[in-house]
């Protein structure tokens, strides 16, 4: 006979300042507590993790919304801790948990080797015209926005050295799978699956008839250069993170050398969430037909 697994050391992330995380926090403490081997916590915010925080822990349960799990998520990619998503927002994509099927699926969970995906990310280089880098991690995606006066920007491209179309419009998404569902889709750009290892790029009302949302593979960069800019235009990181660019700027978009991982609920597989959250393919309310 088989020896049981160890319970796993866990990270607790949640903001307890919200009444409806810290009623979640309290209603699964003395769970927590039972089904693993100990449970340390930290706050929530973009602070730095120091590895000396994560010694031991194996899981990190994080409460919170899709924006929570987006934070955390590159607050933890440099020390590949699968994170275990509990949902206390509006939508809940990216959080398929909740106390209830936490609790169903807790012999999963906790047992050593949760069921689990891998989520692409994307490292994205801003390049100065003064010579300074600044890099950033990125879960959902990466917008450069033209930005107040709101004139038309012009950007080149560069995909994979192999050189690419030029740009005149409102700006740029650049989303991971993962993101592909958020302001991607919004744009027009397509669905692409989160185990998939690519890049989507989709233009922000582009001032053609033929620039048309595309997928790229993660192996390749993409290089954006900044021909014309506005006042205001900005790169904007998972809708958490704004650093204004100038002309002659060039920001370089590639796969990220690292993943994250989270921890998946077998009854919300990803195309279902689709379908029930998302309402994917949703008919028309039609009015019922009078018998004749």
Not at 57 to 85: C, K, N, S, Y
């Amino acid at each position: 006979m088989g020896t049981m697994p160890a319970a796993p050391n866990i990270l607790l992330i949640a903001d307890r300042s919200r009444p409806e995380v810290d009623e979640v926090v309290a209603n699964l403490q003395p769970d927590l507590e039972r089904w693993c081997g100990s449970v340390r916590e930290l706050p929530p915010g973009n602070g730095v993790i120091e590895p000396a925080d994560l010694d031991g822990v194996e899981l990190a349960v994080v409460v919170g919304g899709d924006g929570t799990m987006i934070q955390q998520a590159r607050r933890l990619i440099e020390h590949d801790v699968p994170l275990v998503p509990i949902n206390c927002g509006r939508l809940g994509f990216l959080a398929s948990f909740d106390a209830e099927s936490l609790r169903e699926e807790a012999g999963l969970v906790f047992a050593g080797d949760p069921p689990r995906r891998r989520h692409s990310v994307l490292n994205v280089d801003i390049h100065r015209a003064a010579g300074d880098v600044l890099g950033l991690p990125a879960i959902n995606d990466c917008v450069l926005t033209a930005g107040p006066p709101f004139r038309m920007i012009q950007l080149s491209l560069d995909i994979g050295g192999q050189g690419g179309p030029s740009l005149s419009g409102d700006g740029l998404i650049v989303s991971t799978p993962t993101g592909s569902t958020a302001y991607n889709l919004s744009a027009g750009g397509p669905i692409v699956s989160p185990s998939m290892e690519a890049i989507v790029v989709t233009p922000l009302a582009a001032h053609s008839l033929g620039f048309r949302p595309f997928v790229m593979s993660e192996e390749s960069s993409l290089d954006v250069v900044i021909e014309h800019a506005n006042e205001g235009t900005t790169v904007v990181i998972d809708g958490q993170d704004s650093i204004h660019v100038e002309a002659g700027d060039r920001l370089r978009i590639s796969g990220h050398r690292r993943s994250v991982q989270f921890v998946t609920c077998s009854r919300e597989p990803y195309w279902r969430i689709l379908i029930d959250k998302m309402r994917w393919a949703a008919p028309p309310s039609y009015r019922r037909r009078r018998p004749s």
